[in-house]
């Protein structure tokens, strides 16, 4: 909301007058933040509203005039040469731009010969003052213009003046007016609000006409519009607006139009009621207006031009005859006032918040009028703003107001008043709040406070605070008024020890992975579609099943991640362009997947299964000191992923063999098992995979389920070993297709007390002296007993049971 | 003078010290010494040859020829510790003598890296652990009801203009916001209440300053006889400590409205950077916009079934990136979620 510094002050009654720095810092404080602040006159200085007293031709010139003006009455005439066709007769004034002015742009105004006669400074036009755009001659003031000679020129044009940009909040409906911004300026400096009074004036300015021989209103949807109130102004003309009321429009946004629109927008400005001028004689006759909802098929040519097809939950306005305006967002084309209008009826009303909000939507017209209707328009300031714009149209149009007024007013009962315990503003607060203090508070509010025994009240607020309902609404008020400062910094006595309710399983993968040497990268929930189906997961995998977003703002956030894989590789795609060849990141973060029973496609009906995974990339090199590069491989990645289940504390951890994940090389992956459940998977990235996100060379990748993991109870000790250990070597030959896990599961089959540890030393091929698809490997064995030093013989007997078990069990040879 | 075949076997003995002598001298390890100390001193060695002569001696003679023979004995001991010490000086010295150009590179020792706004999560986390808050959490895909209808924002409220929302379905959204986990956790506990909820969101919004997924922390006391004081006390606490070094920071109030919270509030905080004086930081102000808060709106508590007078309660709500942003100067939000590791390895 736009307001104007001035214009609040005309509305406020304040014990001392505020500079605008302190009227910022009161609203400010109040809760209505001033985002901004303008001088509306701070472009120029050094003009001065002079006197035309005399005026004659340039001799060498027919396009100059030479014109002599005075600042001061009866003072010294100065002769200023102008360009403009628009110099007035003597006796009106102008605006004199003395040399030693400044103008917007940075010019400074000098004594200058023009067309050999010296002219000190010049005659300002609008767009000269970085006003308007209005060029077509200089600026002549009204003739009945009260700004005395000599004074700023920024009086006489209305600019000596602050814009203040005001964000109004959501609930604050009644500050989108000047009178509702100066109700809480009064409150906030401790003065009084200033209303209009009409009254003498609709006296003064009634004409013969009765407003109830000219307009019946027939409403029956009171739901839809409590209040309608309807004024007759007849005989008016059509011209401009007086320029400092048109320019207080102008400084707020509007574009001024002519003196009938111009006095609906600027008592909308003023009290925040929108009105709306009809053009009575375009009107059915006699015009019987009604609200109601729209019906299918109907249409409305709006005030726009367009041609609009009507729905059946929007408001109209009828006539009679049919739809004359959409209600509370813009009126009909066919009613609009013209040059040629004499007679209007201006509507002032209340229509249902929704309704306003919905079509305004829909049809994409924020007006000044919807915006209001949408945050509820107090259905009491009908009349007042009824009667405010007839005043006006009357004194501005040069017409008389009709007696009386059609109204439809069928306004809910006045709300209740609110109960108010000082005890409880005091408990809820932590501030020393007192009797005095919110009595006081509420007075300033405008909130009628009747004493209901000790330390309590009954609060009637204002009709235009509609969002005081309830004693937790008063308090805030109060406090506000009392001052957000006063409020001490206490704290909540601690009443209970807190009791963990999330898993720390995520935070501890982090650590664990940033520990090993990993960098975390966190990246969007969302991704484009393309780089899930790089993946080149199967339809039926419940990853190829993203639940979409309705209304993403780009195909790249157009899906919810599934699967870590991808943001991931396209973080190394983007690290490789910046020129940074080695890559090792992780991230933990949730994935969507649809819950069980939901559909494969389409929009879900239940929340997601979001459960946590982790993911490691790897792609270049290990970091290293100099020399030749060190390239990752999967067994990194395998360490990495080992690593972490660990940490979890994970006790029965192994990689085996799994089915092809499509998006790994189908030669180097594995499954992650814990207790022989699967995990996660690691290996490499399957070539086509990663050419689709333009990586070149391999990335190596584990990811886990950490959904998968418990929270582990606290580690219990082992006792430490006493006696020494023993270890013995065996050589196996064996073919290619068996894998080391293979071994050591048959070695671990063997259940041998004695055995403590299992380890691969050695691993060698040779298709000469092995043979082909052959490969030899030296395993070493490790035995401890806890109680005792082993014999050599209690040895040999173990090791050479598992020897007999591995040539049995595996197609292994002893070499 | 005739030498006496006592004086003779003497002299052969000591003779016998000096021959060992002379046969290490070239020898650089112990083990051949060892080898040719045995030779000498064994029972086929040299000192046991001249030894047997010694029978043949007068018996007054012999202990002289003892003494004799246990000095050579001490004698070749001597000569190989010495020539061991010699040794072991020789190659301490060679030891010593070595030069390594330790401003070549360091062997890397891998360090990782958290993100930037994990580090300062957890930071914030542990402060308001502190004061005894614990963590809890909540799904991003969420119901309407919980992000908005169960905080006081119906279908057609103003507010929800606010905070653009992606949707998934009608009555499914992205979460706009942490304060859904609010209505859980008020759901499934009953008070007391301490908690705080980090977690990610999103909203419609994409520019300089705003990223459509950005984190938040929540936060959110129910208890009977909580205060809004008790709000600023806890947020001035909090913001010394993570602001603060020296402490000193105030915590200032300016009314504002949230549907869910009643009254609501901005807060801000002393700007730690000039202390107040006013800087580019806080643009002249003196002070750092950090959040919304606010007591529980009775509203929120009669959705989730609490008696809103027996327990009242505060909430308040601040965004990670933008104390990450304040603190560690990150000048552009979109460089936490680009994986850049230019950035991310600088924390
Ligand atoms: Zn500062």
């Known amino acids: ?815 | 003078m005739d030498t006496t075949p006592t004086d003779a076997l003497i002299s052969q003995l000591d003779r016998l010290a000096g021959e060992f002598a002379a046969a290490i001298a070239p020898l650089d390890d112990e083990q051949a010494m060892r080898a040719t100390q045995a030779q000498f001193l064994g029972k086929k060695g040299q000192v046991s040859a001249v030894m047997k002569e010694l029978g043949k001696l007068p018996l007054a003679d012999r202990p002289r020829v003892g003494e004799a023979a246990n000095r050579v004995k001490d004698a070749i001991a001597a000569a190989v510790d010495a020539r061991l010490a010699a040794l072991a000086d020789a190659r301490r010295a060679a030891d010593l003598a070595r030069k390594v150009d330790l401003t070549l590179p360091a062997r890397p020792v891998a360090t990782g890296h958290l993100h930037l706004l994990t580090q300062v999560r957890f930071e914030l986390v542990d402060i308001f652990a502190e004061l005894g808050f614990a963590v809890a959490e909540g799904p991003q895909i969420e119901t309407d009801w919980h992000t908005f209808e169960a905080l006081a924002i119906p279908k057609d409220h103003p507010a929800r203009d606010m905070q653009d929302t992606f949707y998934v379905a009608d009555e499914i959204v992205l979460r706009t916001h942490t304060s859904p986990v609010q209505i859980r956790t008020m759901q499934a506990h009953p008070p007391p209440i301490r908690i705080v909820a980090p977690g990610v969101v999103y909203r419609r919004d994409d520019d300089a300053t705003h990223s459509p997924m950005f984190s938040q922390i929540e936060g959110l006391v129910v208890d009977r006889g909580i205060r809004f004081s008790d709000l600023k006390g806890v947020l001035t606490h909090f913001a010394n400590r993570f602001f603060g070094g020296s402490g000193g920071l105030d915590v200032r109030f300016r009314p504002s409205y949230f549907p869910f919270v009643e009254p609501g509030v901005e807060v801000d905080f002393t700007c730690a950077f000039c202390r107040g004086k006013g800087c580019r930081l806080c643009k002249g102000t003196g002070w750092i916009e950090i959040g919304g808060a606010g007591m529980v709106d009775p509203d929120v508590f009669a959705a989730v079934g609490i008696d809103s007078e027996v327990y009242t309660g505060f909430a308040f709500g601040m965004g990670i990136e933008r104390m990450a942003m304040l603190r560690h100067n990150v000048s552009d939000i979109k460089l936490y979620y680009e994986g850049d590791l230019r950035f991310l390895r600088q924390f």
């Open chain 1, 1 to 815: 909301m736009k307001a104007l510094w001035s214009w609040l002050l005309e509305l406020c009654d304040l014990p001392t007058m505020p500079t605008v720095e302190e009227g910022v810092r009161a609203l400010t404080g109040g809760g209505l933040e001033i985002e901004g602040l303008t001088d509306l006159g701070g472009g120029f200085s050094g003009v001065v509203v002079a006197q035309v007293v005399a005026k004659r031709p340039h001799p060498d010139s027919t396009k100059l005039t030479l014109v002599d003006v005075i600042t001061a009455k009866d003072g010294p005439a100065t002769q200023v040469v102008c360009g403009a066709p628009n110099v007035p007769e003597p006796g009106r004034k102008v605006l004199w731009a003395r040399p030693g002015a400044t103008l917007p742009g940075g010019i400074t105004l000098a004594t200058k010969p023009v067309k050999g006669i010296d002219s000190p400074g010049m005659l300002c036009a609008e767009d000269e003052l970085g006003l308007g755009d209005d060029h077509a001659g200089i600026v002549v003031l009204d003739a009945d213009d009260p700004t005395a000679l000599g004074a700023p020129a920024q009086r006489a044009l209305g600019v000596d003046d602050w814009l203040l940009d005001v964000n109004v909040p959501a609930n604050r409906g009644d500050c989108l007016g000047h009178e509702g911004l100066a109700r809480e300026l009064a409150a906030l400096l401790g003065g009084r609000l200033v209303q209009h009074d009409v009254s003498a004036d609709l006296v003064e300015l009634a004409s013969e006409l009765r407003a109830a021989d000219l307009v019946e209103l027939a409403i029956d949807d009171a739901a839809a519009c409590p209040r309608y109130v309807g004024r007759i102004v007849d005989g008016v003309t059509v011209g401009p607006s007086p320029r400092r009321f048109a320019q207080r429009l102008r400084a707020v946004g509007v574009r001024p139009i002519s003196n009938l629109v111009d006095v609906t927008n600027y008592v909308l400005f003023e009290l925040g009621q929108p009105l709306h001028a009809f053009d009575w004689h375009r009107l059915a006759a006699p015009p019987r207006i009604g609200v109601r909802r729209a019906t299918a098929g109907e249409r409305l040519t709006t005030l726009d031009g367009n041609d609009r097809a009507l729905e059946p939950g929007d408001l109209v306005i009828t006539d009679g005859s049919g739809p004359i305006a959409l209600a509370g967002v813009m009126g009909g084309q066919a009613t609009e006032v013209t040059a040629a209008t004499s007679r209007i009826l201006l509507e002032s009303a209340s229509f249902e918040a929704r309704s306003i909000r919905r079509t305004a939507r829909r049809l994409g017209l924020l007006s000044e009028a919807s915006q209001r209707f949408e945050r509820g328009v107090d259905p009491a300031l009908a009349d007042r703003a009824a009667a405010r714009a007839a005043v006006l149209l009357a004194r501005l149009g040069g017409g008389k107001i009709a007696v009386g007024l059609a109204d439809h007013d069928r306004r809910p009962p006045a709300r209740p008043p609110v109960p108010l315990r000082l005890a409880r503003a005091q408990m809820l607060t932590g501030t020393a709040l007192t009797t005095a203090s919110c009595e006081d508070a509420l007075a300033r509010l405008g909130c009628t406070a009747t004493a209901d025994g000790d330390g309590r009240w009954l609060v009637s607020p204002p009709s235009a605070r509609a969002d005081l309902l309830r004693e937790v609404d008063l308090i805030e008020d109060v406090l506000r008024v009392v001052g957000y400062g006063e409020v001490p910094a206490t704290l909540p006595p601690l009443t209970a020890a807190p009791r963990p309710l999330t898993s720390t399983i995520a935070d501890r993968a982090r650590r664990a992975l940033a520990a090993a040497g990993l960098t975390e990268a966190i990246t969007f929930g969302f991704q484009a579609p393309a780089r899930l189906e790089a993946l080149g997961l199967p339809v039926d995998d419940r990853r190829a099943q993203p639940i979409a977003v309705r209304n993403p703002m780009s195909i790249d956030q157009a899906i919810m991640r599934t699967s870590l894989v991808p943001n991931l590789l396209a973080a190394i795609a983007r690290n490789l362009s910046f020129g940074l060849p080695d890559v090792a990141l992780f991230e933990v973060g949730s994935v969507f997947l649809r819950a069980d029973g939901q559909p494969a496609t389409g929009e879900p009906t239940a929340l997601a299964d979001e459960p946590t995974h982790a993911a490691i990339v790897l792609h270049g090199s290990r970091p290293r000191r100099f020399g030749a590069a060190e390239p990752w491989d999967a067994f990194d990645a395998k360490g990495f992923a080992l690593a972490l289940a660990r940490a979890l504390g994970a006790g029965d951890v192994a990689v085996a063999a799994a089915a092809a994940v499509p998006y790994l090389h189908p030669g180097v992956g594995a499954a992650i098992t814990v207790g022989g459940v699967v995990v996660g998977h690691l290996g490499e990235v399957h070539p086509d995979v990663r050419a689709r996100f333009g990586i070149d060379g391999p990335v190596y990748l584990a990811e886990l389920d950490l959904g998968r993991f418990a929270e582990p109870g606290p580690v219990q000790m082992r006792p430490v070993p006493r006696f020494p250990a023993s270890s013995r070597d065996v050589s196996l030959l064996l073919p290619e297709a068996v894998p080391a896990a293979e071994v050591e599961a048959v070695i671990a089959g063997a259940a041998e007390a004695l055995l403590e540890r299992v380890a691969l030393a050695e691993e060698y091929r040779d298709a000469e002296k092995l043979g082909p698809d052959k490969k030899s490997q030296l395993w070493s064995i490790t035995y401890r007993a806890p109680d005792r030093t082993l014999t050599d013989a209690e040895i040999e007997r173990a090791h050479e049971g598992i020897v007999a078990r591995l040539t049995a069990h595996l197609p292994a040879a002893r070499r």
